[in-house]
């Protein structure tokens, strides 16, 4: 594809991908991830290769020193890295953890100086500079987060930079906390922070308007050297830029490869999602289950002739598999491949009955599994087929004060059988005699019951559309016309049921 021109841009030349799964990720509420489960993600992460590695904050607990400990002990090459406030006992445990690489954060805007803290501007300065002072004292990389950012006053944003530069910090972190910048308030902002600072500027942008992957790439095209990102957009909240989108935006559309196996994005999400508990929407970008699946007939037709044609990149790429997907949307040949897939053979008449069953299980809100149109596919090829099931005989009585009755006849493999019941309706009745009768041959269960007139007037044709279910979690479809709404119902019915029990024998 044609990448962005980059010429306007102001890109540096190395761009850090600082992933913050283990820290912020796990600050998801409800998320706790074991020692054991971090030091998983934090191999998995190492292998995709990112940069840095933010393993936790190991001041919050017994638990993050020993999980910071052994992914230390694992002598990854992502560089490993310990939050901590600007307080000198939180440099000491992630000096503890042994780690050498610290990211120290102090609230930088009025509302964190009034209302959290409590200090004035200098004090903040001073707390951040001396915490500055006493990590590079102790030969640690500092990382300097101005928590809120975004909302702190461009001075003094300014003043406490300066100050931190001065006192040795490596990186500046530009946290936009509560996720309120839009692209343009990022352009401005950034591009005000690296025509200020020759140091590395970062950027750590919350997901709050929906916006951290779009600021985040604004914020590389100004010059950022480094974004922070988790798995799967996890963080406090909504969440952090996602690194799969951003990661692979900028390999796709700016053609800015920043070294990482993409292909392992996929099943990484999985494992993160399986961990965290927090599963991924389906319409998630890059890893959700829809990211390459498709339904409508048109779509599918360009696809199959050309993935790109409806594709942004081939779902290889990240690990993914394209799908599709049968359903009221689907078109002859989305369903022919699908047939293809299965190497199911059907003639012109069978594909036609084949399309308007799982139009008609579409139309009736239900997703089609590949599972259904396998079941549907062979009851088709066996239409030439015997019909295991054939009713015999049918009698009603109903009235007031009695319970509606019906008496049905069948013939099962050629035995005929007769039973009556009573139900809740005239239909009822019939069916339980029916599930009385075939009790021998299979439980069924009807999961969908549709009736609608076709015609008009007292003589309607009364169509009705069923699924039924055996105990195997087969699943069948069965159509009856009828002028009687009873006899459309159990013809539909037994025709589900036969083709319940030619699945059953074809397995
Ligand atoms: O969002 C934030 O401000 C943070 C800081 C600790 C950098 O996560
Ligand atoms: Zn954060």
Redo the contacts with the bound molecule.
């Keep these: 594809m044609e990448v962005l021109k980059k010429a306007n841009m102001n890109l540096a030349d190395k761009i850090y991908i600082f992933d ?1 799964t283990l ?2 990720g796990e ?1 998801t509420p409800g998320v706790a991830l074991t020692v054991d489960e971090k030091i998983q993600i934090a191999q998995k992460l190492n292998n995709l290769g990112v940069d840095k590695i933010e393993v936790g904050f190991p001041a919050s607990s017994k638990g993050e020193i020993e999980s910071a400990k052994k992914i230390k002990s694992m002598d990854l090459d992502s560089t490993l890295v310990g ?1 901590s406030r600007s307080l000198t006992n939180d440099i000491d445990a992630v000096l503890d953890s042994g780690l050498d690489y610290v ?1 120290t ?1 102090i609230g930088t805007s009025p509302l964190h100086r009034d209302f959290k803290l409590k200090m004035s501007k200098q004090q903040v300065i001073d707390t951040a500079v001396s915490a500055v002072e006493y990590a590079k004292d102790h030969g640690l990389t500092v990382e300097f ?1 101005a ?2 950012a975004t909302r702190t006053e461009h001075d003094f944003l300014l003043e406490i930079f300066s100050g931190v530069v001065d006192a040795g910090a490596d990186f500046l ?1 530009v ?3 509560v996720g309120v910048l839009t692209p343009v308030f990022t352009r401005e902002l950034i591009t005000f922070i690296k025509d200020n600072f020759k140091t590395p500027v970062s950027v ?1 942008f ?1 997901n709050d308007f929906g916006l951290a992957t779009a600021n985040t790439l604004t914020a590389i095209e100004c010059g950022a050297n480094q974004a ?1 990102v988790t798995i799967n957009g996890l ?2 909240r909504t969440g ?1 830029c996602s690194l799969e989108e951003l990661v692979v935006t900028l390999k796709v559309a700016y053609g800015i490869d920043l070294g990482l196996d993409t292909t392992r994005l996929y099943s990484l999400s999985n494992l993160v999602g399986r961990l965290t508990g927090v599963k991924m929407p389906v319409n998630k970008p890059i890893v959700g289950d829809n990211a390459f699946a498709h339904e409508s007939g048109i779509h599918v037709h360009g696809i199959l002739n050309n993935s790109s044609t409806y594709e942004p990149m081939s779902p290889e790429m990240v690990g993914h598999s394209r799908r599709i997907v049968l359903g009221k949307h689907t078109g002859a040949n989305a369903l022919k491949s699908k047939l293809k897939e299965y190497h199911i053979d059907l003639n012109d008449d069978q594909f036609c009955k084949v399309f308007d069953d799982i139009k008609a299980l579409g139309d009736s809100g239900k997703c089609v599994t590949d599972d259904d149109l396998i079941a549907i596919a062979i009851t088709e090829l066996s239409s030439a087929r015997e019909t295991p099931i054939v009713l015999k005989g049918l009698g009603l009585s109903s009235g007031s004060g009695v319970s509606p009755t019906a008496t049905v006849r069948l013939e099962i493999d050629g035995e005929e059988k007769e039973t009556a019941s009573t139900g809740v309706g005239p239909v009822d009745a019939a069916l339980n005699a029916i599930r009385f009768l075939i009790k021998d041959t299979m439980d069924i269960e009807l999961e969908e019951y549709n009736l609608e007139a076709i015609t008009g007037g007292t003589d309607a044709l009364a169509e009705v559309f069923v699924i039924s279910s055996d105990s195997h979690g087969n699943k069948s479809t069965g159509r009856s016309t009828n002028q009687d709404i009873v006899m459309a119902s159990i013809l539909a019915v037994l025709d589900s049921i036969n083709k319940l029990l030619l699945i059953q024998r074809a397995q």
């Design positions: 913050t820290r912020d600050q939050l990211h954060f987060s928590e809120d972190d946290p936009d906390t750590h919350h922070h963080g406090e952090n």
